[in-house]
């Protein structure tokens, strides 16, 4: 029995039980069966849109219209398995983003995921918040997320319900630079601090939480805790689904994961202009040599995408390793892709992180636990020293009063008997002066008779000698 969960992760009005979305892998790697097994275990299910027609027959007659069919359909079967929460992941920069869109609203998709590009304009706000969806963009920076952020803000009067921060470890195409995916700055510990903060403040404006979900190598469940203290509210975890057996791809695909070795696993730079994190073989090395495998171009289904010098097309690579036809085309897969050991099914690789994230968790209380004895050691020991000094202080200075009052005790002794006598004296005195005093008043009267009379003789005897 599991006694520390993981906890929920609401966003906006949507509870998921796990807070675990399921990261859309396109092409075709995840659909309704991934989605929905993810999602009927408490997590959330994403279905990839990212040519998502290339299940269908007339993909290259019509891959607009194939798409959208695929859309609807992939949502309406993950529906049909599952009350959980499902969301759908869109590129903004498909040439399709705003009908796949719409279709995802119509069909009343719990989440759009939108990454590949900054989903700030032509978004139909209003109506996604009729239809009760929640959008959450991909980013890889705190300031990405501040532009989103600021955009909605003036454009709309509102703001997006959730933000994946997805780092340099992450599979598929990635949002850095090929030569700064190892820069200390970028990595996601870093970014999902970066992101939370810059959130904050529309938190407070829209008193509402926006929660964070981190993304790329995260790959145990002591990882979803690691990323849950440093502020995320959930994780997006994408390599792991892949070796399970609900995926959607074929189970070539899934093996060329458990067979691959940390050499395997290359950066590639892709047809649309963006580094890609993928498992090398022969086609991979053949592009990498200048072989040109460009067969056809359905419709130019990518914006940046440059078919004219691009050495294959990325979708039909990608349609085709999910297929399993692994000489055809490649695997994209997130940098802990060599970590895959067997394919299982949902539930038990869900089994597994809740058990890892207890265990961690119980480790953590734990770590915690020592950490705060060893502190309140270091505090105690600190106070006794502190305790022990004062007392010899306080010893000390009682000593040394103590030898003071016995070296001058007797001169202190005679000091206070000659005070005491002079004290006594200057008493006795001072009774004696104030009785003359008193003496002389009383007697002062006949005093001033006395010298008026010596005056009056005088002043006669004067007189007499004049006279004589
Ligand atoms: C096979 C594969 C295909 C992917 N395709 C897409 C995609 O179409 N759109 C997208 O936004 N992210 C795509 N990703 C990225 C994931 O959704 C996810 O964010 C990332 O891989 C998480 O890192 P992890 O694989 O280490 O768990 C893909 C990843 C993989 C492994």
Not at 18 to 46: E, H, K, W, Y
Not at 369 to 391: G, P, S
């Amino acid at each position: 029995m599991i006694l520390f969960r993981m906890p929920r992760l609401s966003i906006g009005r949507r509870t998921a039980s796990l807070p675990i979305v399921q990261g859309g892998m396109g092409v075709g790697i995840s659909l309704s069966g991934l989605a929905a097994a993810v999602a009927g275990q408490g997590g959330i299910g994403v279905i990839a849109a990212n040519g998502i027609g290339m299940i269908e027959p007339d993909y290259f007659a019509d891959g607009r219209a194939a798409n959208i069919r695929a859309m609807r359909s992939e949502l309406r079967k993950a529906r049909a398995k599952t009350s959980g929460l499902i969301g759908v992941n869109i590129m903004v920069a498909a040439n399709d983003f705003q009908q796949l869109l719409d279709t995802c609203i119509e069909e009343k998709a719990d989440a759009l995921f939108m990454g590949a590009g900054l989903p700030i304009k032509n978004i139909p706000v209003d109506r996604i918040r009729a239809a009760g969806g929640l959008v959450i963009p991909i980013v890889s920076s705190g300031r990405a997320a501040e532009l989103i952020f600021k955009y909605w803000e003036k454009a709309y009067h509102d703001v997006p319900d959730a933000v994946v921060v997805e780092g340099p470890l992450a599979g598929g195409h990635l949002g850095f630079k090929a030569d700064r995916l190892e820069d200390a700055d970028q990595q996601l510990e870093v970014l999902v601090p970066q992101v939370v903060a810059a959130l904050a403040r529309y938190e407070e404006t829209f008193r509402k939480k926006i929660p964070v979900i981190a993304a790329g190598g995260i790959y145990t469940g002591e990882d979803i805790l690691r990323f849950l203290q440093l502020g995320a509210q959930g994780v997006q975890m994408a390599t792991r689904f892949v070796a399970t057996d609900e995926c959607d791809a074929d189970r070539r695909f899934k093996e060329a994961y458990v067979a691959c070795r940390p050499e395997d696993i290359a950066i590639i730079k892709s047809p649309v202009g963006l580094p890609g994190r993928a498992i090398r073989n022969r086609f991979l090395d053949n592009a990498a040599a200048g072989v040109r495998n460009v067969k056809r171009c359905a419709w130019r289904c990518l914006e940046q995408c440059d078919i004219q010098h691009a050495d294959y097309c990325i979708s039909i690579a990608l349609d085709n390793a999910r297929q399993g036809l692994l000489d055809q085309g490649f695997a994209f897969c997130g940098a802990n892709a060599h970590r895959v050991e067997k394919i299982v099914p949902v539930a038990e690789l869900l089994d597994g992180l809740k058990h890892e994230y207890e265990a961690a968790f119980i480790q953590s209380l734990v770590t915690l636990k020592d950490e705060t004895i060893h502190a309140l050691e270091n505090r105690f020991a600190r106070l006794r020293h502190d305790y022990v000094l004062a007392r010899r202080q306080l010893t000390a200075l009682c000593d040394g009063a103590g030898k003071a009052w016995e070296v001058r005790k007797d001169s202190l002794r005679e000091d206070y008997e000659r005070a005491r006598a002079m004290v006594e004296q200057l008493g006795r005195e001072g009774e004696t002066a104030l009785k003359k005093l008193h003496d002389l008043k009383e007697r002062f009267p006949e005093k001033v008779a006395e010298l008026q009379e010596i005056a009056r003789r005088f002043q006669a005897g004067i007189s007499e000698s004049r006279a004589g």
